[in-house]
């Protein structure tokens, strides 16, 4: 029982982990892609 447990949160952080970091990555990309809108007018 408890090692379900520490899988289910091992897997449920990573998932976490992956959200913030691909969210982190998009936010980026959009400012960048402001940035050439702002160059190109």
Request: charged letters at 25%; a positive charge.
């Amino acid at each position: 029982m408890t090692y379900v447990a520490l899988a289910y949160g091992f897997i449920w952080g990573a998932v976490f982990t992956y959200v913030l970091l691909v969210g982190r990555r998009v936010a980026r990309i959009d400012a960048e892609i402001e940035d050439l809108r702002q160059r190109v007018k």
